[in-house]
């Protein structure tokens, strides 16, 4: 029986299938030579540790549904094993990062800074949150071979000089670390003003940006023709939405307003020739990912990815450059004017962007206080 085709031959998996036709960050890893875990998802998502993220994509949680253990040295064998691309973080991830005893030698090098500086206390909290957000990026960029985004204050959403000066002051520290604006991407808000911001970024000063908290049309349209590096718009959520805010409660692939919407945004971009990478992320199911094969990038959990791997069905591309040419979509040109509009037409993304930039902002907040107390509650007599 061992000389039995059936047993020579070996079954690919969607993971493998996928592959073909999509990028989803990959690297030369441990899953047949060609695949490592997208970082970008999972750190939208979760309060895990910005640097076993880094080096892991929520390798803890990995470890643990494989086996059972989450100790240390399985995290670290899973960190080896496992060689990320690319990597995010934002202020949800810094707060819970900055609070864990690993790092406080990092909080400490940041907060050194901010009062090396001098001049008020808000502007010493400020650039300590700054080289804070530095310095975890230079760490995390020790164990990839690709790049970091690092986000701008979603408090500045709505001002576009603002989050330009921002942007380039962290570009100018990573500079001071000994980090490229190659290997940096900046995130912002997909606001009017955060998309103005990452065309001015771009063109003026060479700095690539990644456009989050995109859900509607109307942003990607404005962030394509911006010209930016990259949007992440969000499968998930708006499918989230849709279950949370209709009478649908289920849908298949094809028809989940996440998957269509993308699609949406794929097809547009292929068929005008937009250069800006479309990166699907925030997915709830595997049959999310299959309706998307062939778009230029997926983020996909370690859970996804674990059923992937076991799923020996056979994957086509539903997304393709040729077949974005023989779709419906008809360009248009949006101004300010008709971006809002168009954009406030569509409830779910307003509701979303908002909400996004609400919780962003509320642990900016919390993160400023918790610096505050660790450099001014002395002086203050606490």
Known sequence: MSGSPVKRQRMESALDQLKQFTTVVADTGDFNGCFVASLWSCCEHCHCDPLGIAAGHCFPSLVTAAS??????????????????????????????????????????????????????????????????VLFGAEILKKIPGRVSTEVDARLSFDKDAMVARARRLIE??????????????????????????????????????????????????????????????????????????DKKSYEPQEDPGVKSVTKIYNYYKKFGYKTIVMGASFRNTGEIKALA????????????????????????????????????????????????????????????SDGIRKFAADAIKLERMLTERMFSAENGK
């Not at 202020?91 to 990092?106: K, V, W």
Request: proline share 4%.
């Open 68 to 133: 059972g253990h989450s100790d240390k040295h399985l995290r670290e064998k899973a960190i080896d094993e496992y060689k990320p691309q690319d990597a995010t973080t934002n202020p949800s991830l810094i707060l819970a990062a900055a609070q864990m005893p690993a790092y406080q030698e990092l909080v400490e090098e940041a907060i050194a800074y901010g009062k090396k500086l001098g001049g008020p206390q808000e502007e010493q909290i400020k650039n300590a949150i700054d080289k804070l957000f």
């Open 173 to 246: 520290l990573y500079k001071e670390a000994g980090v490229g604006k190659d290997r940096i991407l900046i995130k912002l808000s997909s606001t009017w003003e955060g998309i103005q911001a990452g065309k001015e970024l771009e063109e003026q000063h060479g700095i690539h940006c990644n456009m989050t908290l995109l859900f509607s049309f109307a942003q990607a349209v404005a962030c394509a023709e911006a010209g930016v590096t990259l949007i992440s718009p969000f499968v998930g959520r708006i499918l989230d939405w849709h279950v949370a805010n209709t």
């Open 294 to 353: 062939g778009c230029d990038f997926l983020t996909i959990s370690p859970k996804l990815l674990g059923e992937l791997l076991k799923d020996n069905s056979k994957l086509a591309p539903a997304l393709s450059v040729k077949a974005a040419q023989t779709s419906d979509s008809e360009k248009i040109h949006l101004d300010e004017k008709a971006f809002r509009w168009l954009h406030n037409e569509d409830q779910m993304a307003v509701e979303k962007l």
